[in-house]
């Protein structure tokens, strides 16, 4: 079978429809005067992480560790992507391709950077493209939108799913203020961004509406240039019979020169620069509409709805090497011939939450009861033609991945007394998956349902000091194109493992701490590459990770203050199978963060370090990094390394301010992952920034 067809898919047509419909929500909510009623009392999206402060700073009611960045730290940090956000929390390594992030890859407490197993969620809702179906990394949040990230580790994390092994990221996204601000920043590599941010309430405070969009454009460290553009509205209302609703509508494209091959060894050593796949495409665009219901139905209980739809596009253009060339040229030389792996993803989801405010056995008890239902549904398609014929050519191949999911989960906090709480919990996963080949007509299908215990607690050590411990069950599902391989049942097992955490927080004086032990059994870790080279991917066994994360807060002197944080992992190793004794890829034993920030009047300087101990690429361990020879461009030992950036920032008036920074300070040369070869770290970049509020 054989077509032609062109794959690029029309854009406009989309920024036009998130242009106009924010239009529509911004004008509906227009206000003659300021009013004392905050917008934010307008229920926002679902809630991944509820602080409660009744005491002291250090009380949550999450029985594990928990991390809140807020805006203030996201501006100071000055950050291009998500992750340059997320390598600054505990626990979390990262393995970036390329400076924007546009695919999530990171791991977190000893799991794979390279490896999915913790949730990704923008407002509470699934961004992943395919939780079930996979591919589930083509799509990361903007940092543009992002004004809080929550991370949440250990049993809290039983409210979530699927993959939740690691724990659960939510960006909670901005929701603007009354009026407009500018925002606009140039740098290194020819990048240049710009933004606004508009809103308004009506009169009496209860209703509102915002816009937040941004464009950037960038060459690109190592010439891999992107195009940018976000734009994501919000509009709410509360309603007199304790109703709130709330509608927010996105829409994201990012077309990236980018590939999955980086520089071979001798090109690395000698420092070279180039884009190792200068004619390689990622195009991607996504469209997310979400609706948020909250009734208050007593005084006692609460009715929390969300529904989300999503449709994701990716289309990567790839050209084919040839191996003789390369290996002579010790460098990657490109044929004429092109493949087209283009992908779409679509998602609909709803989800409701109960929660109820009563007493259970005669003892004060919050008790949550929470039920989804998702379908899933891809799209894949594989085209191949030449360099001439422009990205039309002949269907090569053409699948098509489907999921339905049922969730349920009910968890309460019970309060045993003044300083104890318990909180029991079960999660029920269940979920089909199906794959047909739209050529053959050929399907396959298998199913599977998964139960998911869990209990925590917090113990109120002093006034200032709380213990929290915790141990559930978690999984992460085989997706379609692992538990579907070849268009049979592969029997591979979802992951799973069962979790244990043990922690302190507190204050001490001026001093605010936190150390966390955890551990991870893996019963079952499935894995990429095997001794069975009819699949592409394997039961591997029973797997261990175990470690420890410190983090401080402390101030040294006026207006200098200090935070510092580390995660120690001795232990990220496979237990049974072929790779007995191997430690698992992209799992560093060591990461640390140090960072000095130093306040003088309108005038903010930071100082940041990130360190990252030593990690494989493979889980055979190889040490040899990427040479010419086919057989060894997959693996290697990445060596250590620290990065300091220098950021800055200057409130000029009320309305203006101004920030610099000078990133990778010290002009280290690192490898910041593999693939087919060696991704090299963004080398020294300066930027320049500008905020202007009306």
Aim: charged letters at 20%; glycine letters at 8%; one cysteine or more.
């Amino acid at each position: 079978m054989s077509a032609m067809l062109f794959t690029t898919h029309f854009r406009p047509s989309r920024l036009a429809l998130a242009v106009a419909i924010a239009a529509t929500g911004y004008a509906c909510s227009s206000s003659a005067e300021e009013n004392p009623v905050a917008k934010k009392s307008v229920m926002p999206a679902m809630e991944v992480v509820k602080v409660v402060g009744q005491k002291e700073d250090h009380r949550f009611n999450a029985t594990g560790s928990v991390n809140l960045v807020e805006l203030e730290e996201i501006q100071r940090v000055q950050p291009l992507s998500t992750e340059d956000v997320l390598r600054r929390i505990p626990g979390i390594n990262i393995k970036s391709e390329e400076e924007t992030s546009v695919i999530a890859n990171f791991g977190i407490r000893g799991l794979s950077a390279g490896e999915s197993k913790s949730l990704l969620l923008e407002d509470g809702v699934p961004v992943a493209p395919g939780l079930f179906i996979g591919n589930d990394r083509y799509f990361n949040p903007r940092i543009q939108r992002v004004e809080r990230v929550e991370v949440l580790k250990g049993s809290s994390s039983l409210r979530y799913g699927p993959s939740t092994i690691g724990g659960v990221v939510n960006y909670q996204t901005k929701t603007p203020d009354d009026g407009v601000e500018l925002s606009a920043r140039a740098g290194s590599f020819n990048m240049k961004e710009v933004g606004i941010e508009a809103g308004n309430k009506n009169a009496a405070g209860d209703a509102f509406a915002g816009i937040v969009a941004t464009h950037a454009t960038s060459d690109g460290f190592m010439d891999k240039g992107y195009t940018m553009n976000d734009v994501m509205a919000k509009a709410g209302v509360e309603f007199a019979n304790n109703q709130k609703l709330g509608v927010k509508l996105s829409w994201y494209e990012n077309d990236v020169n980018m590939s999955y091959r980086g520089l071979l060894l001798n090109d690395y050593k000698a420092g070279a620069d180039y884009n190792p796949a200068p004619d390689d495409d990622f195009l991607a665009d996504r469209v997310a509409f979400d609706i948020n219901h909250e009734w208050q139905l007593n005084d006692t209980a609460t009715l929390n709805t969300l529904v989300y739809w999503s449709d994701v596009t990716r289309d990567y253009w790839r050209y084919a090497v040839d191996t003789n060339a390369s290996v002579a040229a010790g460098r990657w030389v490109y044929t004429d011939s092109l493949t087209g792996n283009n992908r779409s993803f679509e998602r609909t989801g709803a989800e409701s939450r109960l929660t109820l405010e009563q007493p259970l056995f005669g003892l004060e008890a919050s008790t949550e009861f929470g039920l989804r239902f998702m379908h899933e549904k891809s799209n894949d398609l594989r085209i191949t033609t030449t360099r001439a014929a422009d990205r039309t050519g002949t269907i090569a191949g053409h699948l098509q991945d489907s999921a339905d999911s049922v969730a349920g989960y009910i968890q309460s906090r019970i309060v045993l007394s003044d300083k104890l709480a318990l909180t029991p919990g079960l999660r029920v996963e269940s979920y089909q998956q199906e794959r047909l080949n739209l050529q053959t007509n050929a399907l396959a299908k298998t199913s599977n349902t998964e139960y998911l215990p869990g209990v925590g607690l917090t113990y109120e050590l002093t006034d200032a000091a709380q213990l929290y411990a915790g141990v559930y069950r978690a999984f992460s599902p085989a997706s379609n194109a692992v538990a579907l391989d070849g268009l049979s049942d592969a029997a591979l097992d979802g992951e799973r493992s069962v979790n244990y955490e043990v922690g302190v927080r507190g204050v001490a004086g001026s001093t605010s701490y936190e150390v966390a032990a955890f551990m991870m059994d893996f019963s079952n870790q499935v894995v990429t590459g095997n001794s069975n080279a009819g699949i592409a991917t394997s039961n591997a066994g029973e797997t261990s990770h175990y470690g420890m994360e410190f983090s401080v807060s402390q101030p040294l002197m006026a207006g200098l203050n200090l935070d510092a944080n580390a995660t120690w992992v001795p232990e990220s190793e496979f237990e049974t199978g072929d790779f007995k004794g191997n430690r698992i890829s992209y799992a560093p034993k060591i990461l640390a963060n140090l960072g000095l920030n130093y306040q003088l009047e309108q005038l903010n300087l930071s100082l940041n370090l990130h360190h990252r101990g030593e990690q494989f690429g493979n889980e055979a361990n190889t040490v040899e990094l990427p040479t010419a020879a086919p057989s060894s461009i997959w693996g290697g030992l990445l060596p250590a390394y620290t990065v300091v950036d220098l950021l800055s920032q200057y409130q000029i008036s009320d309305n203006l301010s101004v920030s610099g920074s000078v990133k990778n300070l010290t002009d280290k040369r690192y490898i910041s992952g593999l693939r087919q070869g060696i991704y090299v770290g963004p080398e020294r970049s300066f930027e320049l920034g500008v905020r202007y509020r009306f």
